[in-house]
Structures are given as C-alpha cells and as structure tokens.
C-alpha cells in the first residue's frame, strides 16, 4: 500500500497550522496518520519545512519500522499510540503548544465549548484536561488513556502544564478542528476583559446539526 497520499495530506495540515498563526513561537509540534490497524507515520521530531518522505513510520507497539526519529519523537510515540489503541476511528493526532490552548493547560482549566466553530467542527463539548506527567511518560499516557475513557466522545484533551493534543478522522479535519479550538480560547480569555464568556442556549448543538443536515439535503 502506497502511503504518498497520508503523508502529504499530512504535511499540508502541518502547513496550514503554520499559515493558521496557531503555533507557538517555538514552532513545536508532532502530527501523525493512521496507515492501518497497527502502523502510522509521525513527523520526525520537526515540522517547518517538513517533506512528505521525512515522515517515519511506526507500529502501535513502539517500533520504529522505517525512517528515522529525532530523540524528542521517540518520547511521543506512546503519546500517539496510547489515542489510536483507545479510538479504532482516529485517523490523525496533532499536539501543538497553540498559546492560547496552552495556557488552559497550565491554568488546569478545561476549554467550554462556547464558540460556533468549536461546535460546528467537532468539539461540541468542553476540552478536558489530562494532569501532568512528564512527556511521553507512563504517567502521562496512563492520564491519556484514563481521560479517554471517562470522556468518551472529546476529540481533544488538554496537557496539563503542556500544551493541547487533538484527534480527528483525517489531517485536514483535525487541523480544522485544532485551529478552531484555539480560537475558542482566545476568545474566553479576551471576553473576561467583558465580564466572561456565557454559555450557548440549551439546545444548540441540535440546531446546529439539524441546520447542517438542512444544508447538506
Ligand atoms: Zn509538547
């Protein structure tokens, strides 16, 4: 199986973060993709300039089965592991030190979901945070997987002290989904110059959806 078209589709998500404005100023990030059942690429320890053919490949086991990692990398493999074992339907991790993302993470406060696009876009529920463990650490990963399982529908979760972590069907969706989180972020913090954000009227995530199915009919 040809893995070409994942590995650009992934690179293109990783330049739109870039083109998005939502990565930090050190420009950290790790991204992968779902090959199959037990393998999926990963960025090799950097992602500005990044080729399609500079992305490794892994098994769910650890292994790095071609290419090569740098040793910031290789900590993350669990990382990512840990979210595909726990979701058969993710397709695509990305975990970013998105600012205001991050300083949810380092305040211990979970994201509300109060933001059109954070509903829209797959997130219609707030960003739960994972506490600390250094990265890539069993504790780390056992606070992934144990998040996971309480929260059963989030598709994102927030690193204590760390940064944001996202996971989607595809690499486009889930960089959508990621850049549309930041935003919500931002967005809290600059409405508490405002008096805070306020939450959606109950039953805004049906309207949404039955105004989606509307436009797709
Ligand atoms: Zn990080």
Redesign the pocket.
Known sequence: MTTAPTAHALVEAAESLFAAGVMSHSG?ANLSARLDGDRFLLTPGFVRGLRPEQLATVGLDGRLLDGELRSVSTEIIAMHSAVYRARPGVGTII?T?SPAATAFAVAHRPLPCRTEPMLRFGQPEEVPVVPWGP?GSDVSVRGIASVLADRPTTSAVLLAN??LLVFGPDPAATAHLLVAIEESAEAELAAVALGGAVDFPAGALAAVRSSIARAAS
Do not use: L
């Open positions: 950290h975990h030190h990265r760390h940064g």
